[in-house]
């Protein structure tokens, strides 16, 4: 079991930065993949970035590709997200969750994702 907890969302103009990290406990933070999602008001959740477990694949929306990074901390069992250049379009509730796989990569599916946080709010104002 993994409890995870976001921080770092907040109000920010365009073309801001703002970091969410993503804290973890419990067992097994190492052998999560991890994914940040976001939704919109009236919107579905979507699929933001993925991180694999030993942190050198990520794998990106392609909306955000150049503008966040996401990563990882093993040690302090931290996931984070950079994100730069922010848009109006980018204001969500963002979520991180782990992804216990067993034998493939970092998926785009909610479905694969096996715990959540409990999201995070972000609003970049025009």
């Known amino acids: 079991q993994v409890q995870l907890v976001e921080s770092g969302g907040g109000l920010v103009q365009a073309g801001g930065s703002l970091r969410l990290s993503c804290a973890a406990s419990?067992?097994?933070?190492?052998?999560?993949?991890m994914g940040w999602f976001r939704q919109a008001a009236g919107r579905e959740r979507e699929f933001v970035a993925a991180?694999?477990?030993?942190?050198?694949?990520?794998y990106y929306l392609d909306f955000v590709k150049g503008r966040f990074t996401i990563s990882r901390d093993n040690v302090k069992n931290t996931v984070y997200l950079q994100m730069s250049s922010l848009k109006p379009e980018d204001t969500a509730v963002y979520y991180c969750?782990?992804?216990?796989?067993?034998?493939?990569?970092?998926?785009?599916?909610?479905?694969?994702?096996?715990?959540w946080g409990q999201g995070i709010q972000v609003t970049v104002s025009s």
């Open positions: 991180i694999n477990w030993r942190g050198d694949s990520t």
């Open positions: 969750a782990a992804d216990q796989a067993m034998g493939r990569g970092p998926s785009y599916a909610q479905s694969d994702y096996d715990y």
């Open positions: 419990g067992r097994g933070f190492i052998t999560y993949h």
